[in-house]
């Protein structure tokens, strides 16, 4: 997962499996057409999803949790440092 500019996520957990997401608002270049993805760290997959989704089966994660997941993840390889991470889903 390679980004040229800032990223910027939200922490999520799945409710029925308490898995760990990272939700992003991806983009055509050259339209103004964007939509919500969430990244699967520990797996590597991406997915698009619908807001109804994230906000009826998704839960955001603690804000305490942010600095230790993010350090995980960055030493992990699974976070690029130019990410952003914020406490509310990101606007499409």
Known sequence: MKHNKLVTYQYRYIKKTGELILVYVNYRKNTNIRWYEI??????????????????????????????????????????PNSKIINRLPKI
Request: hydrophobic share 35%; with cysteine.
């Open 39 to 80: 990244y699967i760290p520990y797996s590597g997959e991406h997915s698009e999803v619908t807001k109804e989704f994230l906000l009826k089966d998704t839960i955001p994660i603690k804000r305490e949790e942010y600095a230790e997941l993010t350090n995980i993840l960055l030493m992990c390889g699974k976070l690029e």
